[in-house]
């Protein structure tokens, strides 16, 4: 079956521009995650979707970041006023509600000039 | 703190040759450890789950072993081949109601001819 997706695969911006990454799931999977890889370093944790409940923002790093979930299927995670700093691959994977399996995405490079 | 390291950073071996990877986590509570596989440009890929009660599990040339007393795991690649080289990725699921996962930093391989 399909697998992760997410568009764009690379995106370039200007600082101070606003950008918005998307992820598909796989269908039925329930948690969605939203993580930040820079170069060298491991995996950080941006953001939890699980089903209809509040979402777990805490990974966040700044209000310039948010994210949703519409539908509970496709996620949005939306950069406002780019630095410099948020130049990274980010990541999103889905797993089922009762299995501990992440599937990931091929991620999102985003280059901020 | 909870924190997942591993070593080598980086590691450059011989096709043909084998090799073993080493994870220490400070993570608790812990539910599961897996090994992921990342190639360049792409998301992590599952390579083997283990929970606290298995000391090794296998997938092909790939063998997991887990020391929940010390906390080490390894990951030995057994015979490498060229598409062996990619970053390898230690990950701990934590139990108790949460659902976070804490990630290593992985220690980037490359096999050459």
């Known amino acids: 079956g399909a697998g992760v997706s997410q568009s764009p695969s690379n995106k370039v911006t200007e600082k101070g521009k606003d950008v918005e990454l998307r992820c598909d799931p796989i269908?039925?999977?329930?948690?969605l995650y939203w993580y930040r890889q820079s170069l060298g370093q491991g995996l950080e944790f941006l953001i939890y979707f699980q089903g209809n409940s509040a979402p777990d923002k805490s990974g966040l790093p700044s209000d310039r970041f948010s994210a949703e979930r519409t539908g509970g299927s496709v996620s949005t995670l939306t950069i406002q006023r780019t630095q410099q700093e948020d130049s990274a691959v980010y990541l999103c994977a889905s797993r089922p509600t009762s299995f501990y399996e992440q599937y990931f995405g091929p991620g999102t490079r985003l280059t901020v000039t | 703190k909870n924190q997942v390291e591993q070593s080598p950073q980086s590691l450059i071996i011989l096709e043909g040759k084998n090799c073993t990877l080493q994870c220490n986590y400070t993570v608790s509570p812990f539910s599961n450890l897996r090994w992921y596989k990342q190639d360049t440009g792409r998301g992590p890929v599952s390579l083997t789950i283990?929970?606290?009660?298995?000391n090794t599990k296998s997938n092909g040339r790939y063998t997991a072993t887990l020391d929940a007393d010390t906390k080490q795991s390894s990951l030995h690649i057994t015979a490498s081949q060229l598409s062996d080289s990619a970053s390898y990725i230690c990950v701990v699921y934590l139990t108790s109601g949460t659902y976070k996962y804490i990630f290593g930093t992985g220690t980037r391989l490359k096999v050459l001819a």
């Open positions: 283990m929970t606290f009660s298995e």
């Open positions: 269908s039925g999977h329930t948690a």
